[in-house]
């Protein structure tokens, strides 16, 4: 029997998916010689009841035109199939059902790492998961030694990512469109294409695009 291997869980809004998140997760991949990574994508996370997301259907077809035939990446919907509120402790238990044995790695940023404490059961969310790897950005400082005082076991699950400075955001994409500047090359072509097809993120306003 063909081995589970090991499983990074990227997940997110992905409102909408860049460059950097595909820098990212290949990293991670590399890295942390994972043997996938599931793109987890969120339909409406807890912590963003109150922000304006763009459609559930937009969104899926963008990660899935991001992702495209690498092998490394596969989308889950995993978040998609159940209703909310979705909480990372309970993905987890859902994915280690539906890959038994598979060691699990929850890949998160480093602002992440430091809220984990306020986040929903995050003593469970500890014990579920084999690793959480973390992408480092140069000069990030973590107080670890603090984390375990209040997550016990999480210092020797934290692994670090080494992840390239990337100064692209969703939300500076999302800002960008709104206000007509250009956002061509922060996006995959196709992901540039269904936002530009389906006139997403405008707000009546028209996208600015380079043509050089």
Known sequence: MTSPGKIGIFGGTFDPPHLGHLIIAAEAHAQLN????????????????????????????????????????????????????????DTVRLLSGQYPGAELCYLLGGDSLRDLPLWYHPHEFCDLVNQIGVMHRPGAKFNLDGLEQMIPGIKKKVVFVNSPLLEISSRQIRARIASGRHFRYFLPEKVFQIIQDRRLYQNQKQIGSVST
């Open 34 to 89: 994972l043997d996938r990574i599931l793109w987890v994508l969120t339909p409406a996370p807890p912590h963003k009841q109150n922000q304006k997301v763009a459609p559930l259907a937009d969104r899926l077809d963008m990660v899935i035109a991001e992702i495209g035939s690498d092998p490394a990446f596969e989308l889950s919907y995993v978040e998609i199939d159940r209703p909310g509120p979705h909480y990372a402790v």
